[in-house]
């Protein structure tokens, strides 16, 4: 049940967590259970925004602000923003809300490997890489919203659902690049993975779901939890800047 004051969020938070406004529609907090340090929930001011809709132009002005902030203080560390649309893409709260965490360090996102490489992902996924020259937050905003939007829409042939229809899916967003992934399952039999777990970043919560990814194997399971490469389909990317903003 919704909150009957829409600027109340139905996630918990201490004051000590706020760290402040990201105008006009975002709050940016600590995360109070990062996996990753540090980790930052980037939710919208009203909690009537849920989780099962996609992200909108306020949103990813509100992601590529934040991240932008915190990269120009970090000393040249990258910082990435994950979204998971609905309980099919591993969400487990209802109030609209990005992730934001730093790459570790020893670990490569398949978008930045070589192309061969990218080809060994076990799931579909559309990916469009970005235009870094692009200096006006808001020229950077609608070309990376417009990118998303053709991701989206590609997610959502290959699901095969209709126009207006939750689609479920992860948005995966660094400077260089934006990934859509489309998802059928958020969970197969003990084991569950929301965008950030989609990339290999894979979080578990117990021993006995350790073994489940060890005895089941990642490869698999990531492509039951996505759509599978080779039942009809695979990857679609554009290697070179998004559609650029008239």
């Not at 084991?191 to 489940?212: C, D, I, Q, R, Y």
Request: hydrophobic share 35%; charged share 20%; glycine share 8%.
């Amino acid at each position: 049940m919704e909150t009957q004051d829409p600027t109340i969020s139905d996630i918990p938070r201490p004051s000590s967590l706020h760290i402040g406004a990201v105008p006009p529609s975002h709050i940016l907090d600590l995360n109070a259970y990062p996996v990753l340090r540090p980790s930052y929930l980037l939710l919208t001011n009203s909690s009537t925004h849920r989780q099962t809709s996609p992200l909108n132009v306020a949103d990813v002005h509100a992601a590529w602000t934040a991240a932008d902030r915190l990269e120009s203080g970090s000393h040249g560390v990258k910082y990435m923003v994950i979204y998971n649309c609905g309980r099919e893409a591993g969400c487990s709260r209802s109030h609209k809300h990005m992730q934001l965490f730093p790459c570790p360090p020893d670990f490569v996102l398949f978008p930045d490997r070589t192309p061969d490489e990218c080809l060994k992902v076990p799931y579909v996924y559309e990916l469009v890489r970005l235009d870094p020259s692009s200096s006006r937050a808001d020229d950077t905003t609608l070309q990376i919203f417009t990118a998303y939007r053709t991701c989206l829409q590609r997610a959502r042939a290959v699901l095969g659902i209709e126009e207006g229809e939750h689609v479920p899916h992860n948005v995966v967003l660094v400077r260089e690049w934006i990934l859509v992934i489309p998802r059928r399952k958020g969970r197969v039999g003990g084991v569950s993975a929301n965008a950030a777990g989609m990339m290999g970043l894979v979080w578990v919560a117990s021993e006995e779901e350790l073994e489940e990814w060890s005895r089941r194997g990642g490869f698999r399971l990531l492509g039951e939890l996505g759509i599978a490469v080779g039942r009809g389909h695979n990857q679609r990317k554009t290697d070179g800047p998004a559609i650029q903003p008239p």
